[in-house]
């Protein structure tokens, strides 16, 4: 208590400085009259009688600074004088400060901007309970193409792992990227429209494995997975703002999907959104006889969602399902052979299956360099400061002012100027994140996320505004108390070689500035050019003047093959009507949008190609298209025919393939009449001959691999969910109600999805890298400017202290070429040291990025070339304005200074 009491009278006293230095003065001078009187009572002079009363007192202002340490806090004290000081210091050079400030805001302000990013996608958890207790079990696809252990699990493999399990409290099963078409009565005008929707179909246990709660209503209950329970759904509060109004009373109401009626249980809270599984409702999942055949487990499509026990850890249940894993592989081994089990904690495999932290990651390092070069400048800039500032320096040393002082008080100036700079970054960093958001609204996934100026963001501006205050003031700061006190003081010229020591180090900071710069310039001109060659590469087919829509026929109305061949076959003869209409097919999926891959034989090849890994099957993408197709998506026919009207379920099984196909797996023989196999359901176990080889057509999410691929007949094949395609010869978009229209007179309450140009779904296909290639290009871009900037501003400093040299020189004879020459010589080999520095550390850069980036192909040899004479270039401008203001230094005038 005596301790804590103490404390708090110490820190009293820093609100009560001046009455209490009043009184200890006047109790001070009490007791020195005092003294003087007793002394004047001895006999002594008056000067004599306060000489000794100051020496026996053992001197007032010692004894008053002790007195202060003793009442106060000296850390706080000192600390508040030099922020006063500071800040006066900064005040009278506006100029100085403005720049500094500036530099330092845009370097936290992109760092800012960058980092609400991994706020949002890394640091946010889950809205769930517990999500480090949540788990999400997953396969692994034992083909070494894809890598990936984030693949859906089929339903028997859960319904088998969901008995046998013994470290789980419960687990849960979501098919998660199903379509449905909403159509609601007595709601919001215009809401009684049919609307394709993203609706998730659940387990009843799903919310509870989760933690979730909803805002309104209840969840599932055990039963209503039953065929005839089943017609109950949960909306999510963003459909339920949009689409009801807000109106509780949709609890009471029924709305219809895919044609029948469901009642409304429950609406979700707003938080409720997991990264990548964006639903805007949930129903039951309904699991049938045929779902849990052995045929079933080539169909995986559901996400497996798992609670731990208390007692359990994320290890045991790896290894418990490595051994599940197994036994599915012994049990079922044509189907499971090579495919794995993964266990991922909820938060890590959002993250993963969202395939987003690579980016991050390049982002955050493009944007950290620039915050190093801006500190380096600020840096440069604060040793230029300190060099003027060196007999102000010396005067306080000499007064008794120690070095360590001195060293704290040019920190806190530093600190002063990198919190000034971090709240004007953070101004624009606010800015900064709402274009993130407006240029993000493409993905819905994105744009679920809550991208803004949070806590973390705040904290990471306050950490980078510290770091900054160490990186720009420390080594100045170093430099500064190390200063010659009797050069400094005897004459200010002998204080050149202090001056000249000032250089160097400004030299070693924009040497580095410019490695920085060159190793950013490199390794965003490979990311750029390595994506701009999957922008531009030719894919295959004439994106132009295609119109697309989404179509995704419901089991109510369409629930076998011969309705679905029914729809097509009465939706296209409208569609080649429309005025303006070349083309019209309809396809499982549009080209260049990445196709899913089906398992195949050929007859008469071995089933396991030659040096395949144990288990891994011949392979292709699997389109299932309309006789139109070809010549809708303008893909050339190389031999034989496409199909007909007459390839339909009745006439023998025919098949398309395309170029890499035959080069692939028939090694280039004649491919006409050979047969195979696909393994795409049980519909398809049978031959199919091959009647026709047409181009290879790339897929934009693959790179610039080209696949094989298969073209299966719609009529032999029908599927639910396909899109259709308008080859027209106007623009596209104008024929969008046209073509909404004609799907309109064959089904009213059918919706169309994704109704946009075939450029347009490229665009939106290539996600976020046009963004993210503005934003690099940005950073790359500044970091070349603020390196310019740091040249400048050291050789506009060397020149100023050269000054009496250079005009020495003129005077004995020196033309101003040679000037001329010496200054641009400098400038030049400080940037060919720094660019040799930048070339090492960009060396390993194409092999970094194709390890992070799949199928990136990121060669590009030229840049490292380009870059350093970019590099050169802009460093021979920078370093040209004060070698052109050295030729013209006045001799005399130079002379006469000195």
């Known amino acids: 208590m005596g301790t804590l009491r103490a404390w708090l009278l110490r820190l009293s006293g820093l609100f009560s400085k001046e009455r209490r230095d009043r009184e200890f003065n006047a109790e001070m001078e009490s007791h020195l009259e005092l003294h003087i009187e007793e002394n004047l009572r001895a006999g002594m002079t008056h000067e004599q009688a306060r000489r000794e009363a100051l020496m026996k007192l053992g001197g007032v202002e010692q004894t008053k600074e002790l007195y202060r340490e003793r009442r106060g806090l000296p850390v706080v004290e000192t600390f508040a004088q030099d922020l006063r000081y500071a800040l006066r210091v900064l005040r009278k050079n506006p100029g100085f400060t403005s720049i500094a400030v500036i530099t330092l805001a845009l370097g936290i302000a992109v760092n800012a901007t960058m980092f609400s990013l991994v706020s949002a996608f890394l640091l946010t958890r889950p809205p769930v309970r517990d999500p480090e207790r949540v788990v999400v079990v997953s396969m692994v696809n034992p083909n070494p193409v894809f890598q990936a252990d984030g693949f859906p699990v089929s339903i028997p493999n859960y319904l088998a792992w969901r008995k046998a399990n013994h470290v789980f409290a419960g687990m849960a099963a979501a098919h998660a990227h199903r379509t449905a078409s909403l159509t609601s009565q007595g709601s919001p005008a215009g809401a009684g429209q049919p609307e394709a929707v993203r609706l998730a179909a659940v387990s009843p246990n799903y919310f509870s494995v989760l933690g979730m709660s909803p805002q309104i209503g209840r969840t599932f209950s055990e039963g209503e997975d039953q065929p005839g329970h089943d017609h109950v759904v949960i909306l999510s509060h963003d459909l339920w703002e ?90 079922f081994p044509e189907i499971e052979k090579g495919w794995g089990t993964a266990v991922r904690t909820l938060p890590d ?10 980016g991050l990651v390049v982002m955050m390092t493009a944007v950290g360099f620039v915050l190093m070069i801006a500190c380096a400048n600020v840096a440069g800039l604060l040793l230029a400061r300190a060099a003027g500032r060196r007999k102000e320096l010396a005067i306080r040393i000499s007064l008794g002012g120690s070095r360590f002082r001195i060293v704290r008080q040019l920190l806190t100036e530093g600190l002063v100027l990198s919190f000034l700079g971090g709240s004007m970054g953070l101004l624009s960093a606010y800015w900064g994140i709402y274009f993130l958001r407006v240029n993000m609204a493409f993905n819905e996934a994105v744009s679920a996320v809550p991208l803004s100026l949070d806590r973390n963001v705040l904290l990471f501006a306050l950490g980078v505004s510290f770091a900054s205050a160490l990186l720009c003031s420390f080594a100045p700061a170093l430099k500064a108390s190390r200063t010659d006190i009797n050069a400094n003081l005897k004459d200010e010229s002998r204080a050149a070689s202090a001056g000249k020591s000032h250089a160097r180090l400004r030299s070693v900071f924009v040497t580095g500035e410019i490695s920085l710069a060159l190793f950013l310039l490199i390794g965003a001109g490979l990311l750029i050019r390595g994506l701009f060659l999957i922008e531009r590469q030719d894919l295959g087919f004439h994106a132009d003047h295609l119109l697309t829509a989404g179509v995704t026929l419901d089991n109510s109305l369409y629930k076998g093959a011969s309705e679905q061949v029914l729809f097509v076959r009465d939706v296209i003869p409208l569609l080649e009507h429309i005025p303006g209409s070349e083309a019209v097919a309809a396809a499982s999926d549009l080209p260049a949008t990445g196709p899913d891959s089906v398992t195949l034989r050929i007859k008469g090849q071995p089933e396991l190609p030659p040096n395949a890994p144990a288990g891994q099957r011949l392979s292709a993408l699997d389109v299932v298209v309309t006789a139109g197709y070809f010549r809708a998506a303008g893909i050339p026919l190389v031999r034989g025919r496409t199909f007909t009207e007459m390839d339909n379920a009745t006439a023998p099984r025919v098949v398309l393939v395309n170029q890499e196909f035959v080069h692939r797996f028939l090694k280039d023989q004649e491919p006409l009449g050979q047969q195979i196999r696909l393994d795409a359901g049980s519909a398809t176990q049978e031959w199919s001959e091959i009647v026709g080889v047409v181009g290879n057509v790339k897929s934009y999410s693959e790179g610039t691999r080209e696949d094989p691929e298969v073209y299966e007949a719609f009529l032999q094949r029908p599927v639910p969910s396909f899109s259709l395609m308008v080859r027209a010869t106007p623009d596209p978009s104008a024929l969008t109600s046209a073509l909404r229209s004609a799907v309109a007179q064959v089904d009213s309450e059918l919706p169309l999805t994704r109704v ?13 890298d046009p963004l993210f290639l503005r934003i690099l290009g940005t950073f790359a871009l500044l970091a070349l400017i603020l390196a310019g900037i740091g040249i400048y501003g050291l050789v506009a400093y060397s020149v100023n202290q050269r000054t009496h040299e250079i005009g020495i020189r003129i005077a004995l004879g020196a033309r101003n070429v040679d000037v001329l020459r010496m200054v641009l010589w400098a400038g030049v080999k400080m940037t060919a040291i720094g660019v040799v520095i930048g070339l090492v550390m960009a060396l390993p850069l194409p092999k970094v990025f194709g390890a992070m980036f799949f199928d990136l192909h990121l060669s590009e040899p030229r840049l490292y070339f380009i870059v350093p004479v970019a590099m050169v270039v802009v460093a021979m401008l920078a370093t040209y304005i004060p070698a052109r203001r050295a030729t013209r230094v006045d001799p005399m005038r130079a002379l006469r200074q000195e």
């Open 756 to 768: 946009m140009s075939m450029p347009a779904l490229l665009e939106r296909q290539k996600g976020g």
């Open 242 to 331: 949009r689409r009801f109004g807000s109106d509780l009373s949709v609890l009471e109401r029924t709305i219809r999907l895919n044609r029948e009626n469901y009642s409304v249980i429950g609406i979700m809270p707003a938080d409720f959104r997991l990264l990548g599984f964006t639903g805007q409702l949930w129903t039951p999942l309904v699991l049938s006889e045929a779902d849990q055949s052995t045929a079933a487990r080539n169909d995986r499509s559901l996400y497996v969602f798992a609670r731990l026990k208390p007692e359990a850890t994320l290890e045991q249940a790896r290894a418990e399902f490595a051994t599940l894993g197994l036994r599915a592989q012994q049990d």
């Open 349 to 358: 495999f959002l993250i993963y299956d969202f395939s987003i932290r690579n």
